[in-house]
């Protein structure tokens, strides 16, 4: 059984440049949330997609968008990058309400380096 | 707002008992999880509490009393691939949670 699947692993961007990160879920889970880890912080919530839509966002700009697919995988972009866009984006995904939805299951994370 | 508060680094001795503290303020409090994270790897689940007391599993117990807005994690016999981030997170009602980290704790296991 996959567990969570993220990619790419590793990329590299100039500022002002767009990027796309996918995440597919494990089995069973359909519900996926983005976080954003900083360098020495804790993961921060970016936003949550379930049945297709935008369910919860965090304080990140609009320049972070979403999307899910009928299949629950997911995609991040952020256009317009940053510096400050440096970091580990970690995809996490829950089973439904019934089965075990207090437990994020992480993918490895795409690391993103903007220059 | 929302705001976690946990040590930001811990060293303790292989064979020892450590405990990891969070306090954490928000509101539609849900539960509060584990989670632990080696270098350059991702975050797994430890454990979680949604109601006061104490669980259980192997050799990590987690701690949590919601009138303090209080809970701890406990690892015992520690070794030395204990070593890593910890991050206490709390899950907030309303639907589908959204669950909410703190900065981290970094355990230093030493000989």
């Known amino acids: 059984d996959a567990g969570v699947t993220q990619s790419p692993t590793h990329l590299i961007k100039t500022r002002g440049q767009q990027v796309t990160l996918r995440c597919s879920p494990k089995?069973?889970?359909?519900?996926v949330s983005w976080y954003q880890q900083a360098l020495g912080q804790g993961p921060q919530f970016i936003f949550q997609?379930?049945?297709?839509?935008?369910?919860q966002r965090g304080n990140f700009p609009d320049r972070f968008s979403g999307h899910q697919f009928p299949n629950y995988s997911s995609e991040l972009n952020v256009n317009a990058l940053l510096l400050g866009d440096s970091a580990l984006y970690l995809c996490?995904?829950?089973?439904?309400?019934?089965?075990?939805?207090?437990?994020?299951?992480f993918g490895a994370g795409s690391r993103l380096t903007v220059l | 707002g929302q705001s976690l508060e946990q040590p930001s680094e811990v060293t303790a001795v292989e064979g020892a008992i450590v405990q990891i503290n969070c306090t954490y303020q928000?509101?539609?409090?849900?539960?509060l999880s584990w989670y632990q994270q080696h270098d350059g790897g991702a975050p797994t689940f430890l454990s979680y509490?949604?109601?006061?007391g104490l669980e259980e599993t192997g050799r990590f117990s987690s701690f949590l009393s919601r009138s303090d807005s209080y809970g701890y994690l406990l690892l015992q016999e520690l070794q030395m691939k204990d070593s890593a981030s910890y991050f206490c997170?709390?899950?907030?009602?309303?639907?589908?949670?959204?669950?909410?980290f703190g900065i981290g704790t970094k355990l230093q296991v030493i000989p």
């Open positions: 996490a995904t829950q089973g439904g309400l019934r089965s075990g939805a207090n437990v994020l299951t």
């Open positions: 997170a709390v899950s907030r009602t309303g639907g589908y949670q959204k669950v909410t």
């Open positions: 928000t509101s539609g409090f849900y539960g």
């Open positions: 997609y379930y049945e297709e839509e935008e369910r």
């Open positions: 509490n949604g109601l006061d």
């Open positions: 089995s069973g889970h359909d519900t």
